[in-house]
């Protein structure tokens, strides 16, 4: 269990589709916006359920949030040729897979500086290129491809959907705080993470 | 070999947030891939300020977004032949910033090609349109058919005559209209234009005092020196309510007649203006103009004319204030 009002000290832990579980500071864990909406006021009574995304893909994720920490507050989008020798190392050292396994978590966990950086760096790929260029470089989807993209959608929906039980589950067993803002703060959750689950489903 | 991304495996707020990062040319580039590509680049609002047709020898297509610039050419070719803009005939767009062809994934036509660019930069005001020196080469008709409406059309004075004509016969009802050349043998069939209440008319020809006290555009610009008798009769018919509808005019007065003298505001009843009030309107029109006077019309509007001595003519610019 961990204090709502938590300080870069408290760790949390994280649970992966592997079903192993990892720490994470309170710190960088705030980077997520998803995760400020859940928990960051009620506390995670337990493991939290990113079970949609394996291990090496969160604890990747994560990374690049412990090393922001003390970084300047984010800024909008930065040109990669402005990017810490760190940073370029950060995105040099993943193959294309754990690429876009990083940035659909980062997208899912809402976190603006990563997903930004990730989306900067595709469009590097395509600058410079006429539309037919473009094509090759995309390998635009055959039918089969749109129809297991919406079945993934289908299925990260509904793990977002555990992943907001889990925050009201928490937030009902949360004494510390007052019953109606946490069942608002719920609700609010859930509504969110159903309507960000069905757009993307409806896609 | 180039390094392969399936962008479209990635949710779409994600590839939204990827073309965000691209500049006019690329993000069009990206848009003509398919027609979810051209949905998601239009789904960014990036909306045009302007779109400008300049024809002549070809007709170039110009997207004004934000300070960036895309423009496209179309009919580049050496061949001297009559051209009709066909909508159904698939062509191709030279890109002036890439210096490089455009191709879509599908075949386009000019038309195609026009809905596109409307799609994409969400253009719902009509283009501006420039007929410059070699447009001949173009079939009218097809133009208008390709065009429809326009909101600023310039006519160039490189024109013929029959062709300045055709111009105005077959886009008739722009917002602004610049003229550079009358191409009228009869007095009243120009000033069928000054009647027009356009927003903003710019001509360039010899005009009369009739012709000036015909106009009913909000905002007139006259590039041929009048007397300044001319103008003076202007401010008189003005005062008694002429062009109602005028809120700015400039124009030159002709000052080399001196042995007359100074009879550009003779009887005329100018109020002088405090340096305050001439600063502000310095200000809110961004002029430097020394000499200022204020006038009022019988019904109690007012206006300021502003002059600046050119030496063989005063330039004046006429405000009404509201």
Redesign the interface.
Known sequence: MTSPASSSEVKYLIESSEGNTFDVSGAALRQSNTFNAMFLNIGADGPIPFTDYNEATLKKVFEYCEHSVNEENYSGPKHQDDLSKWDLNFFNEMDQKMFIDVINASNFLDIERLTSYCCERIARMLRGKNTQEMIKVITLPTAEELEAKQKVEEKKAAAAKKVAEKAAETAEKTETLEELPVQQLVQTTRNKLTRKYLSFSNE | M?????????????II???????ID?LF??S???TKTKTVAASLGRTAHAVRFTIFRDVDVTVFYGSCIMSLTFYNDSFDALIHLDSNQPISAHSVN?N??????TPFSFNNWLDHIQSVFCCNKPPNVIFWHGNERFEMESLKNAIKSVDHLVVFEHNTEFRIREVLEHFKNPNELTLERNPYEEACEVQKFFIQNYNNLVFRDDVSLDDILLINSERVELSRPISQKQFNRFLKHWICGSNPRLQYMNLFIDTTDLIRGNVHLKGIECMEMSEESMKEIRQNHGIDDNDMVQIRRKEGTTAVIAMKDCETFLYVRFYVLN
């Not at chain 2, 180039?2 to 994600?14: K, M, S, Y």
């Open positions: 180039e390094p392969t991304f399936p962008l479209f495996r990635l949710p779409e707020n994600v947030e990827v073309i965000k990062n691209l500049s690329p580039e990206f003509l891939i398919s890439e490089r062809l455009v191709r879509s994934s």
